[in-house]
């Protein structure tokens, strides 16, 4: 069973960054493809970005691309999304995820993900 912990939310004023990490334990971090979902109050959860095992492949969604990046550091069993030029309409609780069998090589659908971390909250203020 694999274990998810986000950290690095914030409150933090347009325009600015934050980096929000994953650490990952309890499975080979490096066989499993990752992303990053996030949820608005009153909005369905999206992904955001996602990326391959190996980090050679990466998702965007359209609203992020250009400000966000997403890695991945295997040795250290851990993800990461820099968010920059942040907008007040980037503000919501942030997952992590990571797909359910090592079958995926990228995805951005929530049922290809079978573990979540609890959330670390983004606020944007304007």
């Known amino acids: 069973q694999v274990q998810l912990v986000e950290s690095g939310g914030r409150l933090v004023q347009a325009g600015g960054s934050l980096r929000l990490s994953c650490a990952a334990s309890?499975?080979?971090?490096?066989?499993?493809?990752m992303g990053w979902f996030r949820q608005a109050p009153g909005k369905e959860r999206e992904c955001v970005a996602a990326?391959?095992?190996?980090?050679?492949?990466?998702y965007y969604a359209d609203s992020v691309k250009g400000r966000f990046t997403i890695s991945r550091d295997n040795a250290k069993n851990t993800m990461y999304l820099q968010m920059n030029s942040l907008k007040p309409e980037d503000t919501a609780v942030y997952y992590c995820?990571?797909?359910?069998?090592?079958?995926?090589?990228?995805?951005?659908?929530?049922?290809?993900?079978?573990?979540w971390g609890q959330g670390t909250q983004v606020t944007v203020s304007s």
């Open positions: 990326i391959s095992r190996s980090g050679g492949s990466t």
């Open positions: 309890g499975r080979t971090f490096s066989s499993y493809a």
């Open positions: 995820a990571q797909t359910r069998s090592s079958y995926y090589i990228v995805s951005s659908y929530e049922a290809d993900f079978g573990s």
